[in-house]
């Protein structure tokens, strides 16, 4: 009798010491689970897709810019027509704020018939950078456009994460004919990491590179 006595305070002991350990754990699952829940908010605010086809486009003065992109284009097109052709997919639009760079890519992506914009409105967002890599990953055959503007936010000499982060994204799609990276920026600098990403470079009318 007095061993199961023994034996059944042990178990209460037992039970009563893991009620202690998750009562005092609890605080920090707590800070967990708000840290993750801020971390998706930050991702949802960053990161937009749109249906290319139900995109308004306002822009004018741009049919030079867009011919000279026009083998781009085509190859986006029709991507198994240049199924042998190893060629870059990646353009960087250098621009004054509100010279029309996002319309402009807006207007390739239908001209290319993409099917989807993928938007990361902050690219200094590392998160928002790994989700649209994955969105690239699981895209399948679909045709999508990856939009990535004011990259001239990003200080390669001080936002090494962020670079690694941007360069995998631009890199697994780069890898994708059915993909299109188009990035902007208002200042460019030749030669830095930022440009060296992008195959081709294309000013907007009245834009001095």
């Known amino acids: 009798m007095e061993s199961t006595n023994i034996s059944f305070i042990s178990e209460q002991l037992v039970l009563l010491t893991g009620i202690i350990g998750a009562v005092a754990a609890l605080p920090v699952l707590i800070e967990f689970l708000f840290e993750h829940a801020k971390k998706r908010e930050r991702i949802a605010l960053s990161l937009e897709v749109e249906i290319v086809a139900d995109l308004p486009v306002t822009l004018a003065g741009c049919d030079a810019l867009l011919q000279d992109i026009a083998d781009l284009i085509d190859r986006a097109r029709q991507p198994a027509a240049y199924a042998g052709l190893r060629a870059g997919n990646e353009i960087l639009i250098i621009g004054a704020p ?20 993928v938007t990361v409105h902050n690219p200094r967002n590392a998160d928002a950078l790994v989700k649209a890599k994955s969105l690239v990953q699981r895209s399948g055959e679909a045709k999508l456009m990856l939009l990535l503007p004011r990259l001239d936010l990003i200080d390669p000499r001080e936002d090494e994460e962020l670079l690694t982060e ?5 890199e697994t799609a780069t890898e994708r004919a059915n993909i299109l990276v188009i990035g902007t920026a208002i200042q460019y600098v030749p030669g830095n990491e930022i440009d060296n990403l992008f195959g081709i470079v294309l000013p907007m009318p009245g834009t001095a590179v």
């Not at 941007?166 to 631009?170: K, N, Q």
């Open 166 to 170: 941007l360069d995998a994204l631009i």
């Open 98 to 117: 509100l010279s029309g760079k996002k319309a402009l890519a807006k207007r390739i992506a239908q001209l290319a018939g993409m099917e989807r914009l």
